[in-house]
């Protein structure tokens, strides 16, 4: 079975601040990993995906991760955050059949 | 892309009453649909899968007979939380996958808006 773990609960930065929030998984198989970005009170909406291929990932809104299988990791990062990019955001890993979820880290962009 | 919609956002009931909450793939069919619940401030939990034509799974601790699940069509989900207590109140959402690749492993979700159940 799959896991995944966020090594960060919160994240408060100041605005126009560069961002990474840490995501690490496991599993025994080869795994699919996202971020989602979840704003109060609504569902989750993707950000990025790796399936294969280029271990760099680019998303929406300026996001981007890095797969990295030696260090089991896929870490988000964004060069420069804005007051808007304030939310929860969520690592997943989807192995076969189903999709497992970090326990989320809440990033505070400050002005 | 693939939507999925949920049906009620959002819904406010008395304790021991029932509540049916809708999910939906609109424009794609779903055999599956998996079910997760959130608490505030914490992450996702996988409650079940729903399989279209035959009975749900559900996660260890989840009851199967307060949570109501019933997958009758390809694109439609229900759970009915029977007998809801406050301690049901929580966020709802479900989710459709969108297969690739020919193995069939490893599915990308498309998750519904959210419903968000308070039991007074």
């Known amino acids: 079975a799959q896991s995944v773990t966020q090594l960060d609960s919160q994240v408060p930065v100041f605005e126009e601040a560069p961002v990474e929030l840490r995501c690490n998984y496991s599993?025994?198989?080869?795994?699919?990993l996202f971020w989602y970005v979840q704003y109060p009170n609504q569902g989750l909406q993707l950000l990025l995906k790796y399936l294969s291929g280029s271990t760099l990932v680019k998303g929406i809104n300026g996001f981007e991760a890095e797969f990295n299988k030696s260090q089991t990791s896929f870490h988000l990062r964004k060069p420069s955050v804005h007051i808007s990019d304030t939310a929860e955001y969520f690592c997943a890993v989807s192995g076969v059949d189903d999709m497992r979820f970090g326990a989320g880290t809440r990033l505070t962009v400050k002005p | 892309g693939a939507v999925v919609s949920q049906h009620p956002s959002w819904v406010i009931c008395k304790s021991g009453t029932s509540v049916k909450i809708e999910c939906r793939s609109l424009d794609f069919q779903a055999t599956t649909m998996f079910w997760y619940r959130q608490f505030p401030k914490q992450s996702l939990m996988l409650m079940a899968t729903?399989?279209?034509?035959?009975?749900?799974?559900?996660e260890q601790g989840v009851e199967k007979d307060k949570f109501l699940i019933n997958h009758a069509s390809l694109t439609l989900s229900t759970l009915t939380v029977t007998s809801a207590h406050p301690e049901d109140s929580s966020f709802y959402i479900c989710?459709?996958?969108?297969?690739?690749?020919?193995?069939?492993?490893?599915?990308?979700?498309?998750f519904g808006p959210g419903t968000r159940l308070t039991v007074l």
């Open positions: 989710s459709a996958p969108g297969g690739f690749g020919t193995s069939g492993r490893g599915y990308e979700q498309f």
């Open positions: 729903s399989n279209e034509g035959s009975k749900a799974t559900y």
């Open positions: 599993s025994s198989v080869s795994v699919y």
